[in-house]
């Protein structure tokens, strides 16, 4: 876990120790496995965490979307029962006010207003007069309640006590649901009476209709107490005990999501009434209401998984190109560096070779010493036919053998640069010998090549061989950028505590881009052919000998490669 | 690498230009042999004059050899199409290394193999393997023995056989543990001899 | 300049360069005598003691630089003059530092052979007089 969170905190530097690091061969899968890991969780974390947030934002945005209508349902319902009840009992109560007791106690004159008011309004079963003793004086209606007494019910008390009364749905006598109204009038004359209507519960049914809910969904009625004021698809038939709790009191439409007798997780809108005792609920399982949110949800799941996967997939590819990358350039660099290692094993040989080179002054040395004797001969001797023709060839040989000294001169000055010391030396000299070698070469494709040497030039200490191998490489590099009949300068001045060297060629140049990898290891201009080792040994020769190397080039104009080597003997770095 | 190229390219136009140098005084020997019979009855040290250009002739042959040697070497680093042919590297090789094994008073002898035999190596990679393996085993031998270093064709590969003292005792030597490295990195495969004396070193077939 | 009685030894194991060095040097009146190794050269500097030593660097057997170092030891007036072959400067520098008299490569220009033998038996007559 630790190593994980170094891992997020630095994943570079994780990633570098483990190149550095690691020398066995699984090291490429273990980083393969590492960047993977960092890739995926870099793109994986912010992608899971925000399809996270969004699953629940669109849940709850769908919720409130589900709600929001069962809620003004609910209320507009709940405002339609109360309308009616009202209006019912404002009825009850007009004809209570507007009728005197014996207009009311006449059964005939009940039976017309009673005929009237049905006809205005839906609902009404029955209507009766009943005196303040509890008796029934009059009624109109389907069945034969005349001369029941209601004394000792208790919605004739509450009438008594308020004035008003609305019941819940109850069986009472008629054995058949109902709600009855009550009101009390009381005339200026001090006499009481209650007149009662029944209402058809039926109504209820009708308003509940009216919401008009899909079939799953459930809307009823239901009193304070718990029990069924309508009949319920699901939740218990009229005047039975509702299956569900009762919610907490609220007059305000609300909504509860809960899980029903049945197992649903459903949605439940409810509102008490102000007025009465009821309690207007509507249930939507949730299943039904939110396949739209569950389409939705597949979806996003979907495209999370697809995400997931293309995420995944990416960071493998990816992660596959760079390792592939770094192995191929790893190999290269492997190759490069056993390049360099053989070059420089190449040594022994290169040591054979100078072995030879020394024994070729051997026979060179007999050569030498068999003609100067007979140039001795010859000098005591008089005048003979041949003499002078014998005499020239003689000379001839001598000549010979003094250019073969000079070019065993130069190849042995070249086997030696394995040699390293540090010794006084004379620059001019060493540019003088070095410029030598290239002069075949110079000559052969009319190059100019010009020294300007200070004669004054102070001698340094430095390591000939090393020397020796970087003016060979800037005059090299020099030739390889000239056209035939070209031109090279050397020069070599004292500027402060050093001496400055440059080789500057009218050639082909440099473009930028050339000029900011040219003291690269294993850049090269040249392609196909060289290991671009040529300038990196010079920097690196020029570095470990205290000095410095700049360069200068224009496009089509040319170069100019400056060193600058300190004249005392500087701390050599190793 | 590029430097090996390099110096050999440099070495190379040195050893052609010494070798016309050394031809021009082959010319001058010859001409002065000729003078001396035309018109030499009169000169007193004729014979040992003629003594001295016979001895002229001799290192200027001598002088041509190393020269060929020296230009072998010099294009030893490159490498060819058709890699390197064995005999023509062993016997470049036994020629250099004929001064430092006689520094060792032991004598160096090459059997070459059937003419043409050639593997996918440099002529400089042949040359430096074999150095090694000789190297190690001319620290082993004792003053006034010989080494024999034999080209063979085995299942179509070039093989080096070095008759030299025993494998195991070739392996400690510091040579050894070059040439092992070498080897490894070139592609060559290193065996004990017959009964465990002398090396075989295997060379890679070479491509076409 | 009275050569006849230098003493000058040769070494060098290319026979035919030094026994042709040294009829060149006696055509001018130099008499040298000749040997072609190390051990030859310690036993005759031992037998009879010469003034001037031309030492071959590059021999078998015994090497030059040796050669020098017991005969310094063993005969500290003789001086050496070291032949090396060219590019071996570190050679002669290390035979100079050995207390070689000067150093000289081959092929020898046999002018400036005979100026450094003269200024060696020149030194070697007055350090063998201050040495007495």
């Not at chain 1, 009550?182 to 209507?197: F, N, P, Y």
């Not at chain 2, 070039?158 to 040579?175: D, I």
């Amino acid at each position: 876990m630790r190593k994980l969170v170094a891992l997020i905190q630095n994943p570079l530097r994780e990633l570098q120790s483990d190149v550095d690091e690691a020398v066995s061969p699984e090291r490429y899968t273990l980083l393969r496995r590492k960047i993977i890991g960092i890739m995926a969780a870099a793109m994986l974390i912010p992608l899971t965490v925000m399809a996270v947030l969004n699953y629940y934002e669109h849940q709850n945005a769908m919720t409130r979307e589900i709600q929001n209508p069962l809620r003004v349902l609910v209320n507009k319902t709940k405002n339609s029962f109360e309308l009616f009840l009202t209006e019912r009992s404002s009825t009850v109560s007009l004809l209570a006010s507007a009728y005197s007791y014996q207009e009311l106690s006449n059964e005939r004159n009940l039976a017309r207003i009673f005929n009237v008011m049905t006809k205005e309004f839906e609902g009404f079963v029955d209507l009766g007069l009943i005196n303040d003793q509890g008796l029934q004086v009059s009624y109109v209606g389907p069945y034969a309640l005349k001369g029941k007494n209601y004394a000792e019910q208790r919605w004739f008390q509450e009438v008594r006590l308020k004035g008003k009364y609305v019941s819940d749905v109850f069986m009472g006598f008629r054995n058949f649901p109902h709600v009855i109204i009550a009101v009390q009038h009381r005339s200026e004359d001090g006499q009481t009476w209650i007149l009662r209507a029944t209402l058809d519960t039926r109504q209820f049914e009708r308003l509940i209709a009216s919401m008009s809910l899909e079939p799953d969904a459930d809307a009823f009625l239901v009193n304070s107490k718990g029990l069924m004021q309508t009949n319920s698809n699901a939740y218990g038939k009229i005047l039975e005990r509702l299956t569900l709790a009762l919610p907490p009191k609220t007059f305000e439409p609300a909504v509860l999501s809960i899980t029903d007798p049945l197992g649903r997780e459903v949605f439940l809108a409810y509102a008490y009434f102000p007025e009465a005792d009821f309690v207007l609920m509507a249930v939507k399982p949730k299943a039904s209401v939110l396949k739209t949110w569950y389409t939705v949800r597949g979806d996003l799941l979907f495209i999370f998984v697809l995400g997931v996967a293309a995420v995944l997939l990416a960071a493998v590819r990816v992660t596959d190109v760079l390792i592939r990358r770094m192995k191929e350039s790893e190999e290269r660099r492997e190759l490069a560096l056993r390049h360099v290692e053989h070059s420089q094993k190449l040594s022994s040989i290169g040591r054979l070779a100078a072995g030879v080179a020394h024994e070729i002054n051997n026979p060179l040395a007999i050569i030498n010493e068999k003609a100067g004797l007979m140039n001795d001969l010859l000098a005591g001797q008089p005048n003979f036919p041949v003499r002078d023709r014998i005499l020239a060839q003689v000379e001839s040989i001598l000549r010979a053998v003094d250019r073969c000294r000079g070019i065993t001169h130069r190849m042995l000055g070249f086997a030696r640069r394995m040699d390293v010391s540090i010794e006084e030396l004379d620059v001019g000299e060493i540019i003088k010998e070095t410029m030598g070698f290239l002069s075949n070469e110079a000559m052969h494709r009319q190059i100019e090549l010009h020294l300007e040497i200070d004669p004054k030039l102070p001698r340094i200490h430095s390591d000939r061989s090393q020397l020796q191998q970087v003016f060979l490489n800037l005059f090299n590099n020099a030739l390889a950028a000239v056209a035939d009949g070209g031109r090279i300068t050397g020069t070599a001045r004292e500027v402060g505590d050093n001496v400055e060297v440059s080789v500057r060629d009218n050639g082909c140049g440099m473009s930028d881009e050339t000029l900011k990898h040219i003291f690269e290891p294993f850049f090269t201009t040249k392609k196909g052919k060289g290991t671009g080792l040529g300038l990196s040994i010079t920097y690196g020769i020029i570095k470990r000998l205290g000095g410095d190397i700049t360069v200068e080039s224009e496009q089509g104009a040319g170069t100019t490669l400056t060193i600058t080597l300190p004249i005392g003997q500087r701390e050599v770095q190793a | 690498m590029r430097d090996a190229l390099f110096m050999g390219k440099l070495t190379a136009s040195a050893t052609h230009e010494m070798q016309n140098i050394l031809a021009t005084i082959r010319e001058s020997s010859g001409l002065m042999e000729d003078l001396l019979a035309m018109g030499g009855e009169d000169f007193k040290h004729a014979e040992r004059f003629k003594k001295g250009l016979r001895v002229l002739a001799e290192q200027v042959e001598r002088g041509m050899a190393l020269s060929e040697q020296l230009n072998y070497c010099a294009h030893a680093p490159e490498a060819g199409p058709a890699g390197a042919d064995v005999n023509e590297a062993l016997r470049a090789l036994t020629g250099l290394m004929h001064r430092q094994a006689a520094r060792s008073r032991v004598g160096l002898e090459l059997s070459p193999g059937r003419t043409g035999l050639r593997t996918a190596l440099r002529p400089v990679e042949v040359m430096e393997a074999v150095a090694l393996a000789v190297e190690a085993a001319l620290g082993l031998l004792p003053p006034g023995s010989q080494l024999r270093l034999c080209v063979e064709e085995q299942g179509g590969l070039a093989v080096v056989r070095l008759f030299a003292p025993g494998f195991e005792a070739l392996r400690e030597t510091p040579a050894w543990t070059g040439l092992s490295a070498q080897a490894r990195s070139l592609g060559i495969g290193l065996s004990p001899g017959p009964g465990g004396l002398g090396a075989v070193l295997a060379l890679p077939r070479p491509v076409a | 300049m009275n050569t006849k009685d230098w003493k000058i030894l040769l070494v060098d194991d290319e026979h035919e360069f030094i026994t042709t060095l040294a009829e060149r040097l006696d055509l001018r009146g130099i008499p040298a005598r000749v040997v072609f190794d190390g051990e030859s050269a310690l036993e005759a500097i031992a037998a009879d003691e010469p003034q001037v030593v031309v030492l071959d660097v590059l021999m078998p057997g015994i090497k030059g630089l040796e050669v020098l170092e017991r005969v310094k030891r063993s005969n500290p007036h003789v001086q050496v003059l070291l032949l090396t072959g060219h590019g071996s400067t570190r050679d002669g520098i290390e035979g100079m530092r050995l207390g070689a008299y000067d150093y000289m490569m081959k092929p020898l220009n046999i002018d400036t052979l005979i100026e450094k033998m003269e200024s060696a038996i020149d030194y070697a007559r007055k350090s063998a007089k201050a040495g007495q």
